[in-house]
């Protein structure tokens, strides 16, 4: 095996100069050796190299040995067998000239620079997705007028998998909401005799907050990185280059059909999110307090009306716009490698989940204000 | 095809057999690589050229057969040995099979990794060597295999493999999806470093150019074992039916064409 390293160097110095003889394997593995020992030659002196007792060359050595005779002018190579000869040639031709690094600068004008570069980029980020939102919509209304170019079983497609494939993940997640908030307001609301408000805390946080809003949460988790995963995908494939080739209007074809079925889609997840809340905290109410089951549907409905709801569900097509819109969008952003596909889909997963919770304060803020 | 291998034979395949399912691609292969020479290994889509690759170099586990590489059976091979043996052989995968998250110089430098005490700045000008020596220029070093071009990253892929300066190289369709500039630069760089480095040298290729440019000898697989195995002048005289279409064919005619204007 040539895994050790069995050079020997051996250095005689004579008035005329000095001279190293060495003997061996000079390989990658004697390499940091070679040099050292050599180092210690002072350089403006002649120096002979006799490599008669050579076994091995490798490109590493005749790296260390042409380095060498870069270095220091007054250096011959003596005893060279012809395969050692090629290989210094061959190694001496491609030394890489040294290249300055340029150093990255910290001064502050380029720290200004780089936060601007930044600010811009995002102001860029919010245009590039309203111009998609306008897109969807001009598709949208095409799509109306001429309804032949509108692809229904894409739609039902998507409809089954954004809706009906979500429903199990979100009923049980609002159940568990429904129950947590039911247990949690118990515990706070009987130091003061006044369980039976936990009703109310439940039917207000359930149906105006937390059941469309977790929901939406979710459904960006699961879906706009689906619709990032596969344009993306398709992108990186060329097939969206192809479709254009073929005629065909990738924003009707892929965008229309996925946003249109999250818009139908999040509003029913959303009711079922709220009915599956209420169920968990009236399960929770009926256990921990022993508020029955009637007792809970008097309090519900003198507690919250339909307006409750109502307040709740309008928000569904404003976040299912904005999971739809963002996932395309970087879905369409995606370039040709998986890295670019990986981090594009956890990008817009992110970008989803926090616009959605913007949105969500932004309405907080508006139905206080017309005292909603 | 019974020779005892002799001690220039760097690899020897006997009776090979792979087999995916009931779909066999190899049956009783045998096979040979000299020292010093570089062997095209050609064959139809779905001969398995691959295959044979990937089970030479341990990828692939094959059914039945013994393959033996600088004197080391490899089947029967423990864990010490066969690392060792890694060590001697580089691999360039079809596209170059880089690490995404390095530069290129830290992707040649990972097989420098494996040398113990070797400084940190002599495995960087290593690195820097041999990105030079196949033909990169120097601000490729930094750059990240993404931002690199098909032909780039061949040549980059081929730098990796011989880091070590490793005793067999292995090259998958060296000069698949580049120019025909770009392949014939190709085919000069394998030539030129592989005389001087004295590598012994399995190339698997499509490519009729690369054959004639390159390789020493020719073994073609087809019905599931090397059919023939010869210089390039053998090559002509079989008169089995697909090695004839395709040492004849009108593109192999072109290649040679082109070969004896250069030869000439």
């Not at chain 1, 590493?60 to 250096?75: C, E, I, P, V, Y």
């Not at chain 1, 118990?186 to 805390?201: H, I, N, S």
């Not at chain 1, 988790?221 to 596969?230: C, I, L, V």
Request: glycine share 10%.
């Amino acid at each position: 095996m040539e895994q050790r390293d069995d050079m020997q160097v051996e250095i005689t110095r004579t008035e005329t100069g000095d001279t190293a003889r060495i003997g061996g394997a000079i390989t990658v593995h004697a390499v940091t050796r070679l040099r050292a020992e050599l180092s210690r030659l002072p350089p403006d002196r002649p120096l002979t190299i006799d490599l008669a007792g050579l076994t091995r060359l490798d490109t590493a050595g005749a790296w260390a040995l042409a380095m060498l005779r870069d270095r220091r002018g007054a250096l011959a190579i003596r005893n060279a067998p012809p395969q050692a000869e090629a290989l210094l040639r061959t190694v001496t031709e491609a030394l890489p000239k040294p290249v300055a690094a340029t150093p990255r600068s910290r001064r502050l004008s380029d720290q200004v620079e780089r936060l601007g570069r930044a600010v811009a980029e995002a102001v860029g980020f919010v245009l590039a997705l309203s111009g998609y939102l306008g897109l969807f919509i001009a598709r949208l209304g095409r799509s109306l007028r001429r309804p032949s170019q509108f692809r229904f079983t894409a739609l039902v497609h998507h409809c089954e998998e954004v809706g009906v494939r979500a429903v199990p993940i979100v009923a049980l997640m609002a159940f568990l909401i429904g129950v947590v908030l039911a247990f949690q307001g118990a515990t706070q609301l009987r130091q003061f005799g006044a369980e039976v408000f936990v009703v109310d805390l439940i039917a207000i946080s359930v149906l105006r907050e937390l059941g469309i809003l977790l929901t939406s949460i979710i459904v960006a988790g699961r879906t706009a990185s689906a619709f990032t995963a596969a344009i993306g995908s398709m992108k990186m494939r060329e097939e969206i280059d192809a479709m254009r080739t073929l005629g065909l209007d990738p924003a009707m074809v892929l965008f229309v059909p996925r946003i249109l079925a999250l818009l139908l889609m999040l509003p029913i997840l959303g009711l079922i999110a709220d009915v599956m809340g209420l169920v968990g905290g009236a399960l929770m109410a009926w256990i921990d307090l022993g508020i029955s089951p009637a007792m809970f549907r008097t309090r519900l409905v003198e507690a919250a009306d339909a307006g409750q709801v109502l307040v709740g569900l309008v928000k569904a097509p404003v976040f299912a716009l904005i999971i739809g819109i963002v996932g395309c969008h970087a879905g369409m952003q995606v370039e040709s490698s998986a890295e670019s596909l990986g981090r594009m889909t956890s990008n817009a997963v992110v970008t989803a989940i926090f616009a959605v919770i913007v949105a969500d304060a932004l309405f907080s803020i508006f139905f206080a204000r017309i005292g909603l | 095809m019974s020779v005892p291998p002799d001690h220039d034979t760097v690899i020897s395949v006997r009776g090979l057999r792979n087999a995916f399912g009931s779909h066999v691609v190899h049956e009783d292969l045998d096979v040979d690589l000299r020292r010093g020479e570089i062997l095209g290994v050609v064959g139809g889509s779905g001969t398995g050229k691959s295959v044979l690759l990937r089970s030479i170099v341990g990828l692939q586990p094959p059914g039945a057969g013994s393959i033996t590489v600088l004197g080391t059976d490899l089947l029967t091979a423990d864990e010490t040995r066969r690392t060792a043996l890694e060590t001697r052989w580089g691999v360039m995968f079809q596209d170059g099979a880089l690490f995404s998250s390095l530069t290129l110089r830290e992707n040649v430098e990972v097989p420098l990794r494996a040398v113990p005490g070797l400084d940190p700045q002599i495995r960087r000008a290593l690195a820097e060597l041999k990105i030079s020596m196949v033909g990169l220029p120097p601000e490729a070093c930094s750059r990240y295999p993404s931002e690199l071009s098909g032909g780039m990253r061949k040549r980059a892929g081929l730098a990796r493999a011989l880091a070590l300066d490793p005793e067999i190289l292995f090259l998958d369709e060296p000069t698949a999806g580049l120019d025909p500039i770009g392949a014939a630069a190709f085919d000069r760089l394998i030539r030129n470093l592989c005389g001087s480095l004295g590598v012994s040298v399995f190339l698997v290729t499509h490519d009729l150019d690369t054959l004639h440019a390159v390789c020493d000898r020719v073994a073609v697989l087809a019905e599931r074992k090397v059919l023939v195995t010869g210089t390039m002048q053998q090559m002509l005289e079989v008169d089995h039916p697909w090695v004839h279409a395709y040492f004849h064919g009108p593109r192999a005619r072109a290649a040679r064409g082109v070969d004896n204007q250069i030869g000439a």
